[in-house]
T-cell receptor
Framework: GENVEQHPSTLSVQEGDSAVIKCTYS??????FPWYKQELGKGPQLIID?????GEKKDQRIAVTLNKTAKHFSLHITETQPEDSAVYFC??????????????FGKGTKLSVIP | DAGVIQSPRHEVTEMGQEVTLRCKPI?????LFWYRQTMMRGLELLIY????????DSGMPEDRFSAKMPNASFSTLKIQPSEPRDSAVYFC???????????FGSGTQLSVL
């Protein structure tokens, strides 16, 4: 099945600086790569996603890049704000080995934005 | 829309007891997922339903775990008997189509003493 590695596990940045979180995946057939934000006491919430036929996608201060050849993708947050503090998860959709395509999640990155 | 609704939010029980977690997916979504979240293993898919039918239960840890979806608006995850190592946050998520754009509930924090 798919294996997703995520780095770093924790990240602290000053307010206004940029934050970058990186993920690698193992299944070259994976074709969908979402990013989720989880705030304390809440469930993960989708913030941006990218498909394998696209190299980059932006949504205001958030961008995701995908390198299919190297099998890695990254989340970029610019002009960070205190409300960006949360745990961020990357995921890749690949064959589960049990007859369906499923999301495999990275272990998460705890982002702290220091005012 | 109220989103995915899970109950209870917190459950504390003793080892050996039966635990039932409940989920109401977003109306119109035809796929439902149960995930377990722990510090050690992160988010793990336990089981996936499509149109109320279990499609992939390869993540269910053992026979103590069972899940049902009797209709499009309700699902349960049951653990019997519960063990301390089952302590985790259990999330339900739903989506339209196949495994894309998941919408998660707020989770059930389960503590088995």
């Amino acid at each position: 099945g798919e294996n997703v590695e995520q780095h770093p596990s924790t990240l602290s940045v000053q307010e206004g600086d940029s934050a970058v979180i990186k993920c690698t995946y193992s299944d070259s057939a994976s074709n969908y790569f979402p990013w989720y934000k989880q705030e304390l006491g809440k469930g993960p919430q989708l913030i941006i996603d990218i498909r394998s036929n696209v190299g980059e996608k932006k949504d205001q201060r958030i961008a995701v890049t995908l390198n299919k050849t190297a099998k890695h993708f990254s989340l970029h947050i610019t002009e960070t704000q205190p409300e960006d503090s949360a745990v961020y998860f990357c995921a890749a959709r690949g064959y589960s080995g049990a007859g369906s395509y499923q999301l495999t999640f990275g272990k998460g990155t705890k982002l702290s934005v220091i005012p | 829309d109220a989103g995915v609704i899970q109950s209870p939010r917190h459950e504390v029980t003793e080892m050996g007891q039966e635990v039932t977690l409940r989920c109401k997916p977003i109306s119109g979504h035809n796929s439902l997922f149960w995930y377990r979240q722990t510090m050690m293993r992160g988010l793990e898919l336990l089981i996936y339903f499509n149109n109320n039918v279990p499609i992939d239960d390869s993540g269910m840890p053992e026979d103590r775990f069972s899940a049902k979806m009797p209709n499009a608006s309700f699902s349960t995850l049951k653990i019997q008997p519960s063990e301390p190592r089952d302590s985790a946050v259990y999330f339900c998520a739903s989506s339209q189509g196949y495994s894309e754009k998941l919408f998660f509930g707020s989770g059930t924090q389960l503590s088995v003493l």
